[in-house]
């Protein structure tokens, strides 16, 4: 392989690629093994066709000050190769902003590490977000920052979407923000939610409750209803087959259907 | 505020699933919730065949992937739930009328189903839907639509040729219906108190059954009460279908329109057992000796069901001085347990309950035999 890196090594040199500022000798300083560097290189060329080079080593100095090791940067990269094309500028005012929503040291890595397109959305957008969670759905700011740091792919959602399921969860199963934060609600599809919701309310294992917050009967937890795989909560909180539970589903994908298209004609009309 | 809807606080549909959540769970204990939740979702239909059509329905539907589950001995396409065959009994098929039994190693008199009679449904678990039925050249349709296991009373009603039937509440006609494909009545009285729904029920007929089997010769449709009949018309018929208005469970806990749980509506949700009671009584008054007479409801209320059959069996013998017998039914729970849920350990009686991937019923029969 040390053949290998020399021979692509030589061949950008031939190709007279505007290389100048990356090379396999800067990404071997960075502390990348000569596969990782290959890999790098890769994934810059692939971006296209390596015009972003300029910003890459902008970008990885920016991902190495974060406090991340190569291995983790270069699985980011190759998830979101994107962030090669954001200037360095830019990427360190998201970044300090994402510090000012409260993800502190720790979670700030693991958020990057995990979810990087995070990096992708502009610093107004993300405000937006935060507004939104904010005053749309009555989070306390800890709240948003627990959100941002376990769902941050909701940065990149349709926001009337999100805030559909939250008024689902808060209206018509009568969950309040705190338990929806416990649950990691935002990291469910609103039609797993909905189904398993229905499932139980349906069965009579699940009530709405009244103005005063009351029920006849005690709720499962948010939390055990969305955590639980399948098995398990059939097994335990449904106390159903696998062959009800699957007709149902199939049964409730049609019923939605069919009301977003009587839905969407009355709006026509 | 899309959920905060402003809906009245206790609709009929909700005073009705709290009544069953009461009645229902005490009742059937763990098979509740899972009667429950199949009530609430969409049913199932059966599409009755049309002998009187011309059009070749049958294969029609079986293309689409329905069988006929009462005629079709294929059984691949329908999983079976309990396992555990039993000795003598060859399911589903039923060219030959008469099958015979035995269930707990103990003897049971064979059954025999009224004959002709088809109907089409979608596998289990399958939740297609079927196309309505259209008409052939002559402008009869080739199906109707109905629970299929509304079929069930009628199949066991034993018809056969030659037969004087009863159908004392008729409308809107879907076991009329079934029992005209039989073809071998030989005269049917069809009644049902309300004029408006004996309307219905002759423009059915009119659909689905040529003129000339809807003559005075072998049909005649009244709208008596008939709680009376028993002062009309004693001892006359061989057959007689008590098919009685009950609290119809799946509607009252899906539609507030027309619901029996609507506050306007407690007084005759409260007289529902006598009137059914009453109706059982003629129905059974109306009945030759020898004749038979199937009770049914769709409810899965005890009180309604089995006590009625219990007060009607008791009420017979002490005011009318008639006996009667009960007819075993197990032969048909286990000829059709492959498409039905059928409730277990009922003292008297059948009864198909609702099930997600079987989502038929509820239809309660029992069925009695004059003696004297
Ligand atoms: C369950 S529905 C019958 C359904 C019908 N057998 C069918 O299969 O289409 C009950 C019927 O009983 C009728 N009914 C109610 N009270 C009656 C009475 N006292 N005498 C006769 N019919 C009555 C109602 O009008 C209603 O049509």
Redesign the pocket.
Known sequence: STLQSTQRYNRSQLSEKPVTELSLRSLAGMGFTDIQAEQIYETVFNVRGGSVAKHALSTLTALFVLGLNPSSVLKLLQKCPELYTVKESLLQQRIDNLRKVGLGEGSLQRVVAHYPQILTVTVKKLKHVVAFLREKCLFTVQQVTDILRDSPAIVLEDLSQVEYKFQYVYFRMGVKQAEMIKSRLFRFALDEIRCRHCFLERRGLYQTPDKKGQTVIINPQLDSILSADQDTFLRTIAKASAEEYEVFQRLMDREWQEEEKMYGSFEAD | EKWAATRPKYPPTSLALQHFDATYSAQLGQLWPSVRVALLSERKYGALLNNFSHDAILEDLRAKGCRDFINDTDTVAQPCLEEGPVAGVKEESSDVPVKKSDIDGQQLSPLRLSPHIKCAVFPRGDITRFKPARPDMHKLLGYYL?DAA?VLPCLAMDVQEGHNVL????????????LLQTQSIRFLCV????VS??LR?RK?LHSYVPKEFLTERNLRIT???????GEIERETFDRV?V????T?DRHSVIEDDNNIFSKTRTGERRRLPQ?QL??LL?GIEAACPGGEIMY???TLSQIQNLSVVEQAIHLAREKHGIRLEVVDLRPLTRMFRKTFHFAPDLHLGEMVIPHLAANFGPIYMCKLRRLT
Not at chain 2, 243 to 246: A, I, K
């Open positions: 109905m509304s159908d004392l509440c008729a409308a809107p006609g879907g076991k009329t219906l079934t009644n049902d108190t309300s729904r004996t029920l059915v709208s008596f009460d008939g709680t009376k009949w279908l098919d009685v208005p009950c119809t009137v009453e109706l003629a049914s409801t769709c």
